[in-house]
């Protein structure tokens, strides 16, 4: 496995344009988070899966802003009428909650850098 | 609201000096873990803490979680250039929900 997969690694679109990320967490993980991280800052937690079902979802989470996981494996995160406030790296995480024991880790994929002109 | 706050947000020092990064919550944490990120790239995780009062180490990186798990800290000694980075810190609060991140503490280390 080669990871969690993001693409595309950067985007530029125009304000009003929609835009869609993909994530491809690794393979036997459950879950899938999307993050939001504006520079200089910490990620900023959006929405989760676990298996094809959205658990939870941030107040940041706009009207504007989709995300699904149709069947469990790949997510899509989708951006309606971009803002220039909507400006930031979008990175996409993946865990399990299989792990007996010890709490587990997210692993990140490399984020998607979107800038809205 | 759960609030985690690093400190300091900024720490420029020369390569073989010491250094302590704070994360501090007034929640009780279930669990916290330490990233770091290199720009452009997402975050990387270093450690998970579970027990109050533990203690792991990483090379020369240590890493410690208060005994009331409301605050955690690390330590890197004799710093490197290869240590500079975004270093974040992130707690559960409940079992099973996300991670909440801190503000981050970038550290530059110059030769």
């Known amino acids: 496995d080669t990871g969690v997969s993001q693409d595309p690694r950067h985007k530029i679109t125009k304000r009003g344009q929609n835009v869609t990320f993909r994530c491809d967490p690794i393979?036997?993980?459950?879950?899938l988070y999307w993050y939001r991280q504006t520079l200089g800052q910490g990620p900023e937690f959006l929405t989760y899966?676990?298996?094809?079902?959205?658990?939870?979802k941030s107040r940041l989470l706009s009207d504007r802003f989709s995300a699904e996981r149709p069947k469990g494996s790949f997510s899509t995160l989708e951006i309606q009428r971009t803002e220039q406030g909507d400006s930031a790296m979008y990175l996409c995480?993946?865990?399990?909650?299989?792990?007996?024991?010890?709490?587990?880790?997210?692993?990140f994929g490399s984020g998607t850098r979107l800038t809205v002109v | 609201t759960q609030l985690l706050e690093q400190s300091p947000q900024f720490l420029s020092i020369q390569e073989g000096e010491n250094l302590t990064v704070y994360c501090n919550s007034s929640?009780?944490?279930?669990?916290l873990q330490w990233y770091r990120q290199e720009p452009g790239e997402g975050p990387v995780l270093l450690v998970t803490?579970?027990?109050?009062?533990e203690v792991k180490k990483l090379k020369r990186l240590t890493f410690q979680f208060g005994d009331a798990r409301k605050d955690s800290s690390l330590h890197i000694t004799a710093a490197q250039p290869g240590d500079t980075g975004l270093y974040l810190c992130?707690?559960?609060?409940?079992?099973?929900?996300?991670?909440?991140f801190g503000g981050g503490t970038r550290l530059m280390v110059k030769p």
């Open positions: 995480a993946s865990s399990s909650n299989r792990r007996i024991g010890s709490p587990y880790g997210y692993t």
């Open positions: 393979s036997e993980h459950n879950r």
């Open positions: 899966f676990q298996n094809e079902a959205q658990l939870e």
């Open positions: 929640s009780v944490f279930s669990s």
């Open positions: 803490v579970v027990t109050g009062g």
């Open positions: 992130a707690g559960v609060w409940n079992a099973g929900n996300m991670l909440t």
